[in-house]
Each structure stands twice: as structure tokens, then as C-alpha cells.
């Protein structure tokens, strides 16, 4: 698919208007009204301060917002900013607002901003998500290892709650690791940066011509980077913190992690049965760190959500879980709630058979994502016990014994993936 196919002539009239760049940083949005006024100010802000002589691009690729979110990006003032902090721009910084056709999808927005690139030959690129707590710090901390260092993605870590980033931390971290042997601990990132050449790599790839290719598009990218030998490091963020407090549907959720993994485990297949230690990236600016605020989580509503599931939907489980792993999952739901514990062994078996389900077809894709969605609330009710009273320490060597046995399992996940159960 061309970049002219998709660009309106509006935009790439803008487009050349503002020539080559040094730096572009995208800004997706959909009715982002509420947040965006303050993330492009401080985008503003950190390319000011830390890349005055940079030729820059703000772009906002915007996925039909019925409020005034494109409004607001375009009225947030250079001048105005530049009076009230005393910085000054070497270079005319230019800020653009487009809308994309079809529905708001964040592998449109990122498709946008690559077709844009492809134009304006930019050396590093970032992308911050319209409800973020951004700081103006965190430009530089993306965008320098790319400018600077010569590395090709930059994804980052955070200061956050032990309890945030659930699916993240017992399915997609654990399986990229598994799979890819990359320890990239946000694969799936909503704040991330990448160089032009990378970004020209991802442009030309043929997932977008499937209209999935469109799901989980940052993820794929990850995965593209670590699989085609692109370099990768890690960046200290500070608090992963949002401004948009909308409360969470976890089958929407399933829908757009867990069922674009699957899908791009059909590009890069598990062929592999030999697991390969895990190699490190680098870490810029320190580690992950976790809070410990208090935080409620009904833990038995959980537990009986995982026990409903397993009873309600046997017929679906049996079309998709080997006899073995459906059995002993109907024993977890059949005990009281004080005796439940979801190991990881059992975890990891049933979610490496949801991928070969998957794979094979073996009912609707969607009814199978929708399916793993009780099962994964009875892992995260036992996730909450272990972790509720543990140190930051402890924390960490929970997920890292996750991570080790969906390595240790993984000639499983290939037997599936080759010959089914």
C-alpha cells in the first residue's frame, strides 16, 4: 500500500511545507479532549528544551474525535509556550493534525505516521499516547539513544503499581520472552521510539494488507525489531501514570493484546522446540520499579468469575484444551475459594494451547480470545494473593518464575503448533 494512498492531499500539502525533519513525534488520538491539550504541551516543551536545533514534527493522526481534540492541538501555541518557559527554538517546530479514515485503530494511527515519515526522512521517532502523565524528560529519554546511539527501537519501563499491567506481565512479556528470547519487558508499548530505518523496515512489511495488521501494530513491531536484528534498549520513563481513568473491559482487552499476539505468532511461528536463554537488553536510566499503594481487588469475585467460566463454557474448552489441562482446571473451579491456586505450570499449559487453537482454527479466533478471559481472572486471583504482601523483590521473582516456565514449556507449544493435541 502506497503512502499516497492513504494521505489525504490536505496533509501531504502540509507534509511539504514542513520538508525533512531530524525528529517526528506522533501523537494519536480519538476524542482525546480531555488529555491532549497537556501531552502536546509537554512534547512541545521537551523538544524545546532538549532539541532546539532540531528540524521537528509534531503530527496528530486522529481517528475521527466527534469533540475538539484536533482543535486543541492545533491551538496549542508555540509562542505562547516559548514566552512562558523562555525557551527558544532554533529551528520552526511544526505541529499537524490529520484525520485517518475508518475507524479509530492505533495501528492506523502508527501506519499514518510511518506513511509520513516515508516523506519527510526522519532520523528518530516517538510516539506518545494522548492520555498520558507525559513529562517533558521523557523526549529525550526516547528519542537520544535513537538520535544519539544508533539503536532502532527504545521501548520503556516505568514506575508503577504491582497490581497495573496484569496482561502484560502473565501473557505478553512472558510469551515474547519465550518465543523471541528478548527481554523486553513492555513489548506492547503506548510510549515508544524508533529510528527512520526501522520505521521504513515496518512501512514496507505486508501486514497491512490485512486488515489485522491493523491490531496490536505496536506490538508486531517489537517483535519485527527483535526478529530482523534491529537494536533495542530499554528506557526509565518514571510513573506510568494515566489522565484517563476509563474503567477497563477485559474481553475489548483480550481483543487487542492477547488476539493480536496469537495473530503474529502465524508470521513468526514457534518453529523452534530447543528453548534459547534469554537475552537482555539494555537498560537506560535504571529499571523497572514498583509501588506499593493501596489498592482493592476482589479477589472473590474473581474466583467466581474463573469458576462460572470453566462450568459455562465446557463445551468451547473442550473444542480448545487437551483433556489433561481441562480437567484440571475443572478441579481448580470445583475447590473453595481458600483452597484455589492457579500455578504456573497449569497457566502456562492452557495458554500455549489457546495459541495452537488459535492457530489451528479449531473454532472461531474470537470466541477463542474470549474464552481464555475467565480463566486469565482466576491466574490474576492468584497473582493477587502471592504478590499482596511481597516486596518489590519478590514481585520480581514471581514474574521471573513465570517467565521461565513459558521458556521451559515452549517444545510443548511447538508440538501443538506442528501436530495439534
Same mark, same amino acid.
Given at each position: 500500500?502506497?503512502e499516497?494512498?492513504i494521505?489525504?492531499?490536505d496533509?501531504?500539502r ?6 525533512e525533519v531530524d ?7 480519538y476524542?482525546?479532549a480531555?488529555?491532549v ?7 512541545r516543551a521537551g ?9 521537528a514534527?509534531i ?11 484536533q482543535?486543541?492541538?492545533?491551538a496549542a ?13 532554533l529551528r520552526?517546530l ?8 475508518g ?5 492506523k494511527?502508527l501506519?499514518?505516521?510511518l506513511?509520513a515519515?516515508e ?15 507525559v513529562?517533558?524528560?521523557? #523526549? ?5 539513544? #535513537? ?9 520503556p519501563?516505568?514506575r508503577r ?8 506481565r502473565n501473557?505478553v512479556y ?5 518465543l ?5 519487558r513492555?513489548?506492547?508499548a503506548s510510549?515508544?521510539a524508533?529510528s ?14 490485512e486488515?489485522?495488521?491493523?491490531a496490536g501494530?505496536?506490538l508486531?513491531?517489537?517483535?519485527a525489531? #527483535?526478529n530482523?536484528?534491529?537494536?533495542l ?6 510513573t506510568?501514570a494515566?489522565m484517563?481513568h476509563?474503567p477497563?473491559?477485559?474481553v475489548?482487552a483480550?481483543?487487542?493484546t492477547?488476539?493480536?499476539l ?12 530447543v ?5 537482555? /537488553?539494555a537498560n537506560?536510566?535504571g529499571e523497572?520499579?514498583i509501588?506499593?499503594?493501596?489498592r482493592?481487588i ?8 474463573f469458576?462460572d467460566?470453566v ?6 474448552l ?11 482446571l ?6 473453595g475459594?481458600?483452597e484455589?491456586?492457579f500455578?504456573?505450570?497449569?497457566w502456562v499449559?492452557?495458554v500455549?494451547e489457546f495459541?495452537a487453537a488459535?492457530h489451528?482454527?479449531? #473454532?472461531s479466533?474470537?470466541h ?5 478471559a475467565?480463566l486469565y481472572?482466576?491466574? /490474576?486471583h492468584?497473582f493477587?494473593g ?8 519478590e514481585v520480581?521473582q514471581?514474574?521471573?518464575s513465570?517467565c521461565?516456565?513459558f521458556?521451559?514449556c515452549?517444545?510443548?507449544?511447538t508440538?501443538?503448533w506442528?501436530?495439534r493435541k
Amino acid at each position: 500500500m502506497a503512502e499516497g494512498s492513504i494521505l489525504s492531499d490536505d496533509f501531504l500539502r502540509e507534509l511539504m511545507n514542513v520538508g525533512e525533519v531530524d525528529i517526528l513525534i506522533g501523537v494519536p488520538t480519538y476524542n482525546s479532549a480531555a488529555t491532549v491539550g497537556q501531552v502536546v504541551q509537554a512534547v512541545r516543551a521537551g523538544l524545546l528544551k532538549y532539541f532546539p536545533r532540531q528540524r521537528a514534527v509534531i503530527i496528530n493522526p486522529d481517528g475521527g474525535s466527534r469533540d475538539e481534540t484536533q482543535a486543541l492541538v492545533r491551538a496549542a501555541s508555540i509562542s505562547d509556550l516559548q514566552h512562558a518557559s523562555n525557551l527558544q527554538a532554533l529551528r520552526t517546530l511544526h505541529s499537524i493534525s490529520t484525520r485517518y479514515d475508518g475507524e479509530a485503530r492505533s495501528g492506523k494511527a502508527l501506519y499514518t505516521l510511518l506513511a509520513a515519515a516515508e516523506l519527510l526522512h526522519p532520523t528518530a521517532c516517538a510516539v506518545i499516547a494522548a492520555d498520558s502523565a507525559v513529562e517533558p524528560e521523557w #523526549i529525550p529519554k526516547l528519542l537520544r539513544p #535513537i538520535s544519539s546511539d544508533n539503536l532502532d527501537l527504545i521501548t520503556p519501563v516505568y514506575r508503577r503499581h504491582k497490581f497495573d499491567g496484569l496482561l502484560v506481565r502473565n501473557v505478553v512479556y512472558p510469551m515474547v520472552r519465550a518465543l523471541y528470547s528478548k527481554c523486553v519487558r513492555e513489548p506492547y508499548a503506548s510510549e515508544f521510539a524508533f529510528s527512520g530505518r526501522l520505521g521504513s523496515h515496518f512501512f514496507s512489511r505486508e501486514i497491512w494488507s490485512e486488515d489485522q495488521g491493523f491490531a496490536g501494530t505496536e506490538l508486531f513491531l517489537t517483535i519485527a525489531a #527483535i526478529n530482523d536484528d534491529f537494536h533495542l534498549a530499554q528506557t526509565f520513563l518514571g510513573t506510568k501514570a494515566s489522565m484517563d481513568h476509563t474503567p477497563s473491559d477485559l474481553v475489548l482487552a483480550m481483543r487487542e493484546t492477547v488476539g493480536p499476539l496469537f495473530w503474529i505468532f502465524e508470521r513468526n511461528p514457534p518453529v523452534h522446540a530447543v528453548p534459547v536463554d534469554c537475552s537482555s /537488553i539494555a537498560n537506560i536510566g535504571g529499571e523497572a520499579e514498583i509501588t506499593f499503594e493501596p489498592r482493592r481487588i476482589n479477589r472473590k469475585r474473581l474466583f467466581q468469575l474463573f469458576a462460572d467460566g470453566v462450568r459455562e463454557l465446557e463445551p468451547v474448552l473442550k473444542s480448545i484444551l487437551s483433556p489433561s489441562t481441562l480437567a484440571s482446571l475443572q478441579r481448580s473451579a470445583s475447590v473453595g475459594e481458600a483452597e484455589f491456586c492457579f500455578s504456573d505450570e497449569l497457566w502456562v499449559r492452557t495458554v500455549y494451547e489457546f495459541a495452537a487453537a488459535y492457530h489451528h482454527s479449531v #473454532i472461531s479466533r474470537d470466541h477463542i480470545i474470549q474464552a481464555l478471559a475467565p480463566l486469565y481472572r482466576g491466574k /490474576i486471583h492468584t497473582f493477587v494473593g502471592e504478590n499482596r504482601d511481597a516486596a518489590s523483590l519478590e514481585v520480581d521473582q514471581h514474574i521471573e518464575s513465570l517467565c521461565l516456565t513459558f521458556e521451559r514449556c515452549k517444545p510443548y507449544l511447538t508440538e501443538l503448533w506442528n501436530g495439534r493435541k
